[in-house]
């Protein structure tokens, strides 16, 4: 069974930055695809931003497309979201995904998830 912790979320000021970690265990990692969600209070579970086995695909929602980077390193069985320019819009708990063999980009794609970190940017 593939567990996943996400690590990195805090509070932060609009304009600053922060870099989210997930490490993976209890599967090859370079089988995963991985991705990154994100939920508000009362909101639904959205992609955030997606990245291939081997790191060569990467995939972002328009709202964080060139303030977030995704990225991963095998070796250390872990994914980052290095998040830039934040804005209080982009408060959320992020949670990891992945799923074997397949890109995930909608919440009921993603076969396993973190427990989630939480995000606060404030004005």
């Known amino acids: 069974q593939v567990q996943l912790v996400e690590s990195g979320g805090g509070l932060v000021q609009a304009g600053g930055s922060l870099r989210l970690s997930c490490a993976a265990s209890?599967?090859?990692?370079?089988?995963?695809?991985m991705a990154w969600f994100r939920q508000a209070p009362g909101k639904e579970r959205r992609f955030v931003a997606a990245?291939?086995?081997?790191?060569?695909?990467?995939y972002y929602a328009p709202s964080v497309k060139d303030r977030f980077t995704i990225s991963r390193d095998n070796r250390k069985n872990s994914v980052f979201l290095q998040m830039n320019s934040l804005k209080p819009d982009d408060t959320a708990v992020y949670y990891c995904?992945?799923?074997?063999?397949?890109?995930?980009?909608?919440?009921?794609?993603?076969?396993?998830w973190g427990q989630g970190t939480q995000v606060t940017v404030s004005s």
């Open positions: 209890g599967r090859t990692f370079s089988d995963l695809d």
């Open positions: 995904a992945a799923r074997a063999f397949m890109l995930i980009m909608l919440p009921f794609e993603a076969d396993h």
């Open positions: 990245i291939s086995w081997d790191g060569e695909g990467t």
